[in-house]
T-cell receptor, first 112, second 118 residues
Framework: KQEVTQIPAALSVPEGENLVLNCSFTDSAIYNLQWFRQDPGKGLTSLLLIQSSQREQTSGRLNASLDKSSGRSTLYIAASQPGDSATYLCAVRRAAGNKLTFGGGTRVLVKP | GAVVSQHPSRVICKSGTSVKIECRSLDFQATTMFWYRQFPKKSLMLMATSNEGSKATYEQGVEKDKFLINHASLTLSTLTVTSAHPEDSSFYIC??????????????FGQGTRLTVV
């Protein structure tokens, strides 16, 4: 059974500092991995999608890496801003049409 | 990205009544949609997989008769919470995948529905 873990559960940084969020999964046989952002009381916003054959994806200040063999993904957010404060969730999928297995999330607070 | 719309965003209902939540894929067809429940400060828990034109597949421990799912078209799935009780109060979120022919089967989520049963 796939298990996804996100450490730390919460993170507080001053504005401008780079954020590093970790995601680990127990079964390396994944189809893809997705990072999401969730604001309080809202749905999930897709940030980055990494296919199993890819090593990283970038979008603006966000960069996500994937090391499938070691079961790890890292989300980097450069030059953090107060607006980056949210919960970040990673999720993996075993096959194209399968369900997502989520980590517990990392709550991020960026202090002005 | 693709758009998944969920309605209503908030609903308050009396104990014993039923509530219907709609999930629509606005710019793509989704043969499969997923319904999640989220407790405060917790991650998402998959409740069921909604399949267009066939019965939904429920996760272990989820009551089929309490959480009725209908996926009558390629753009609409509904979740009906029947005979709601206060313990059903929660945040419900739906999701759908963009089909493979449009790219990498990225999952998109609705805005969520906050259900409060009084």
């Amino acid at each position: 059974k796939q298990e996804v873990t996100q450490i730390p559960a919460a993170l507080s940084v001053p504005e401008g500092e780079n954020l590093v969020l970790n995601c680990s999964f127990t079964d390396s046989a994944i189809y893809n991995l997705q990072w999401f952002r969730q604001d309080p009381g809202k749905g999930l916003t897709s940030l980055l999608l990494i296919q199993s054959s890819q090593r990283e994806q970038t979008s603006g200040r966000l960069n996500a890496s994937l090391d499938k063999s070691s079961g790890r993904s890292t989300l980097y957010i450069a030059a953090s801003q107060p607006g980056d404060s949210a919960t970040y969730l990673c999720a993996v999928r075993r096959a194209a049409g399968n369900k997502l297995t989520f980590g517990g999330g990392t709550r991020v607070l960026v202090k002005p | 990205g693709a758009v998944v719309s969920q309605h209503p965003s908030r609903v308050i209902c009396k104990s014993g009544t039923s509530v219907k939540i709609e999930c629509r894929s606005l710019d793509f067809q989704a043969t499969t949609m997923f319904w999640y429940r989220q407790f405060p400060k917790k991650s998402l828990m998959l409740m069921a997989t909604s399949n267009e034109g066939s019965k939904a597949t429920y996760e272990q421990g989820v009551e089929k008769d309490k959480f009725l799912i209908n996926h009558a078209s390629l753009t609409l799935s509904t979740l009906t919470v029947t005979s709601a009780h206060p313990e059903d109060s929660s945040f419900y979120i739906c999701s759908a995948y963009v089909p493979q022919d449009r790219g990498n089967t990225e999952a998109f989520f609705g805005q969520g529905t906050r259900l409060t049963v009084v």
